[in-house]
């Protein structure tokens, strides 16, 4: 898997795969538009493929189910999964490469030793910290001890989905193994997250094509995660949006305003609270998106979705106070409470100050009849 | 017997008045409206959805109400640097020895209804009481809480910069869920103040016959003479 010192070019080692040059151009133009940059770029982006070296990549994977590498590779365009990462760059990933065992790990020591300081770190899974780690080993050491080797040499870090960048399902209360999200850990090194459950392929060739060809992070936002992508709710792209603004909802999944197509808010739908590219990339090449096949969106990309209410209701959940105790449930607890509370105290004045009000009233009568006199 | 004379003061000023109703006015239509997005009817047409608009109108009437909200909420922040000695910022931190010692008394004796012995005219409140000061204070922090959430909410949908301005709190916060969530409950503590508020409100205006209820339109509350003498 180490490649030769003579360090070719992503435009060479294309060339060498029997891919012609209007097939590369194709693909700067695939990426410029997946990056939402201007026409321009498709250019800067082509150039810089030409001219620049690869840059090695280290994929680990952790607590996680490997849907994030699935996603990735049926991304839209072939060169992305098939050449930028398997072919080229990608020297070290449990999943895809041929090597195993001690090979793979001799592989992965290789690159970082000769590429410290340059090669880019992927992390799929989140990692566990509970019981010293144990629960994620991988070649006799922890998740947490891996991660750490690994990082230490990375130019910077790229958090696959949601285990990565916050946890995802792994880490759901009462989080037994201690699943915690990278940038939680590693302080020292630009990280960007790229969350969803899997996050959308196109997203990931996106993001990870702008670190190799641009050599430096997408622009991210105050979560970390590139604006491109994420700067939108999946709500504000949903084509069923005029529904919600008309006031017209699916009552359950299997009614007339179902099978109408209208707004899936009622049946549970998370979306306007998902910052995501669902609504416009789509899934599977563009071919459709959960809220265009019936089902609203869970929250997959978004940090404690699994925590945050039920998925099939519009409830505003709390962890730690029980599954089914609500904002709403405890408000009403509360605001009885309050009503009970002021009936007692109403009662008890009522009794403790009649002497008062006795006395106030007879000097009221004793006031008038000065007056009248 | 004398006569007890009564007199009237000029309290509450006309800034304070119009915040306390707009206010109130807002804390209803954010509560009504903020109900409805959470938890919209059902309505069963045949419309299209280009012929509807109700729940964007919805939407509309919160977003517009969170605005006034925000308005008076300034006037009145204003007001408590420039208004009269009962409007002041002081009145709401009420933490030095006087403050501490009326909120004692208030608590045991308009909370827990212990008879005072010798009821002193100084203990009668003329502006807010401690206690009421105190949560005032509190209404005050959770409004914080409802605009930093609400307008962070909003930023996304946002084209000026005053609702950008509050773009970092879901951001903090870990999400948009974690905000609505903070939002939803801070409605009901809101609801919470108003309760006890309003019914300590008439209890005073009961017990005491100051003209408590009237003096939020009037602007004037009575106070036997006398209570004047001792200060
Ligand atoms: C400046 C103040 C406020 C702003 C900017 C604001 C804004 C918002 C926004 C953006 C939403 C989400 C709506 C959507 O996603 O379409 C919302 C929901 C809501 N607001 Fe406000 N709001 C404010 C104050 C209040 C107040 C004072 C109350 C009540 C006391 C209130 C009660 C609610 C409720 C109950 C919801 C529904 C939350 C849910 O869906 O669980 N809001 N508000
Ligand atoms: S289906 Fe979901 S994302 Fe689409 S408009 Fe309705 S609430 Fe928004
Ligand atoms: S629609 Fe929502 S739940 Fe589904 S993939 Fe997109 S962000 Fe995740």
Redesign the pocket.
């Known amino acids: 898997m180490v490649k030769s010192d003579k360090r070719e070019t992503y435009f060479d080692a294309i060339i060498k795969m029997g891919y012609t040059r209007r097939d590369f151009m194709k693909f700067a133009t695939f990426m410029a538009a997946y990056m939402g940059l201007k026409t321009s770029a498709i250019a800067q982006i082509a150039d810089a493929l030409e001219n620049t070296p690869r840059v090695p990549v280290i994929w680990e994977h952790y607590q996680e189910c490997t849907c994030c590498s699935e996603s990735f590779i049926r991304s839209d365009h072939p060169i992305v999964a098939d050449i930028i990462l398997d072919k080229i760059s990608l020297d070290y990933t449990e999943t895809l490469m041929a090597a195993a065992g001690e090979q793979a790990e001799a592989a992965k020591h290789a690159t970082m030793e000769k590429y410290h300081g340059e090669y880019i770190l992927c992390v799929e899974g989140s990692v566990p910290l509970k019981d010293d780690g144990q629960y994620c080993c991988i070649a006799g050491k922890t998740a947490l001890e891996q991660l750490k080797e690994a990082a230490a040499g990375a130019k910077a870090i790229i958090a696959w989905g949601s285990c990565a960048s916050n946890g995802c399902v792994q880490s759901a209360y009462p989080n037994p193994t201690g699943a915690t999200p990278i940038h939680k850990i590693i302080k020292d090194k630009p990280i960007v997250k790229v969350p969803?459950?899997p996050p959308i392929g196109e997203v990931m060739a996106g993001v990870i094509v702008h670190v190799l060809t641009f050599g430096t992070l997408p622009e991210l936002d105050r979560i970390g995660r590139p604006k491109a992508f994420y700067a939108k709710r999946?709500h504000d792209s949903c084509y069923r949006r005029p529904y919600y603004d008309a006031g017209l909802f699916a009552e359950h999944f299997d009614d007339e305003n179902a099978r109408k197509g209208y707004c899936l808010y009622k049946v549970g739908c998370?979306?306007p609270m998902?910052y995501?590219a669902?609504g416009s990339m789509r899934?599977n090449n563009g071919v459709s998106?959960?809220?265009q096949s019936g089902h609203g969106?869970?929250?997959?990309?978004e940090e404690n979705f699994w925590d945050n209410g039920p998925l099939y209701e519009r409830l505003t959940g709390l962890k730690g106070f029980g599954i089914e105790s609500t904002a709403d449930k405890i408000g009403m607890g509360v605001t009885g409470a309050v009503a009970a509370g002021i009936g007692v105290h109403a009662i008890a004045s009522a009794v403790a100050k009649r002497k008062a009000k006795r006395a106030q009233r007879a000097e009221g009568k004793t006031n008038e009849e000065e007056l009248k006199a | 017997m004398k006569t007890q004379d009564y007199k009237r003061l000029y309290i509450w000023e006309g800034p304070v008045r119009i915040f306390h109703w707009i206010n109130a006015l807002c804390i209803l239509t954010l509560t009504i409206t903020g109900f409805l997005i959470a938890d919209p009817p059902a309505i069963m047409s045949g419309d299209e959805a280009s012929h509807r608009y109700w729940f964007g109108i919805v939407r509309f009437i919160h977003f517009t109400a969170a605005y006034l909200f925000v308005a008076v909420m300034i006037l009145r922040i204003y007001w408590a640097f420039a208004g009269n000695r009962y409007a002041h910022w002081r009145n709401f931190l009420p933490f030095n020895k006087k403050g501490l010692q009326n909120m004692l008394h208030v608590l045991k004796h308009d909370i827990l209804l212990i008879p005072e012995r010798k009821p002193g005219l100084s203990s009668v409140n003329i502006g807010h009481n401690a206690v009421a000061g105190l949560a005032y204070l509190l209404m005050f922090l959770l409004a914080l809480v409802m605009v930093f959430t609400g307008f962070g909410l909003f930023s996304n949908n946002a084209s000026w910069w005053f609702p950008k301005m509050f773009a970092w709190v879901p951001a903090a916060l870990g999400g948009d869920f974690m905000a609505r969530t903070i939002h939803h409950l801070s409605m009901w503590l809101i609801w919470f103040i108003v309760f006890v508020h309003v019914y300590l409100v008439l209890f005073h205006d009961w017990m005491e016959s100051n003209g408590e209820v009237s003096s939020m339109i009037s602007g004037f509350k009575f106070f036997k003479k006398e209570r004047f003498k001792e200060e």
Do not use: E, L, Q, R
């Open positions: 969803g459950c999946v998370k979306g998902t995501n669902c899934w998106y959960p809220i969106c869970i929250g997959c990309s």
